[in-house]
């Protein structure tokens, strides 16, 4: 082996034994100090010693001095030790700065539903967390979690993702929104499928899963009508409803959005069809202490948001 080649194998051990030794002149003072065993010291410096290719000290019975070799060694164990040193500190302050962060990327009416009041709870007992919400489509939702944008994701993923665990939240039943009536009830009512074959009915993108999973159940009872406009959001389907603009078939999720803006509600029936509010995190990664806690108060509110879907469809069965 060159001589070049045996100094990329000093390591940082040999190299702060050679500086405790230096400033002390003692081993026996160097290894109480570091601390270690006077052999295990004395072992150090001799490895170092036959890498360097040169005696570093000169020893008697008082104490050790750098001989030239060392001397010229002394400056540059002092550079790469010290900036070892600022790397760690480094390192531990984005550690640090990590798990006081937390970034959470959801569809636009999860963000509006669900996450607010849990914001809310939760920076008052973790005020040293930093929390930032993107709403954005579930496509976006998915990519940002991919990407390590976000540490968690909030959405309805029908289907699993590569590269993403998904963990059910809790389960909601699809409905059907209609434009609110005169002297509107808030109880909810049922509806079959079969109801929807001549409604005029408002969508989302054919790509969205919730979407995708609606227009398979409208393919069974021959296309549920004409649907006269497809916008990219549920807040959007939402207002159109209310316009009086046609007919909707969304999530329970949306409950109670729907109710403050009074309009009609039927649980859909024959079949009920459910469908899971998953939070995604990226596979493989490590999940915060903070991401865990979010999740928990995720869990609970998301709950009782499910709780009147929940009891209407014990009702009816």
Not at 229 to 247: D, E, P, S, Y
């Amino acid at each position: 082996m060159y001589p070049s080649e045996k100094l990329m194998h000093l390591s940082s051990r040999q190299l702060l034994a050679f500086l405790e030794v230096a400033r002390l002149r003692s081993i026996s003072k160097a290894a109480e100090c570091i601390p270690m065993s006077q052999s295990g010291m004395s072992m150090l410096i001799k490895e170092l010693e036959d890498q360097i290719g040169a005696r570093l000290f000169d020893r008697n019975p008082r104490s050790v001095t750098l001989t030239d070799s060392g001397r010229e060694l002394l400056p540059v164990a002092q550079r790469i030790v010290q900036e070892l040193r600022d790397l760690s500190s480094a390192i531990q302050g984005t550690e640090s700065a990590n798990r006081s962060r937390l970034k959470v990327a959801a569809t636009p009416m999860v963000s509006m539903s669900l996450l607010p009041e849990i914001v809310r709870e939760f920076t008052k007992s973790n005020a040293q967390v930093d929390i930032t919400i993107a709403d954005v489509d579930v496509h976006a939702v998915r990519q940002r979690v991919l990407d390590g944008d976000a540490d968690i994701g909030l959405g309805f993923f029908v289907k699993p993702a590569v590269g993403l665990l998904r963990q059910p939240l809790c389960r909601f039943r699809l409905m059907c929104i209609s434009p609110p009536a005169p002297k509107s009830s808030t109880q909810l009512s049922s509806r079959p499928w079969s109801g929807l074959r001549d409604l005029p009915l408002i969508g989302l993108p054919a790509d969205n899963p919730i979407q995708s999973l609606v227009d398979a159940h409208l393919a069974q009872i021959g296309g549920g009508g004409e649907q006269r406009q497809v916008v990219n959001f549920m807040g959007t389907v939402i207002a159109m409803v209310r316009a009086g603009l046609g007919h909707a078939i969304i999530p329970s999720f949306a409950i109670e959005e729907c109710k403050r803006h009074g309009l009609q509600i039927s649980m859909l029936t024959a079949p009920v069809v459910n469908l899971d509010l998953y939070l995604v995190t990226r596979r493989g990664s490590q999940a915060k202490s903070t991401s865990l806690e979010f999740t928990a108060r995720l869990k609970a509110t998301a709950a009782e948001l499910a709780a009147p879907a929940t009891k209407s469809q014990t009702t009816n069965s």
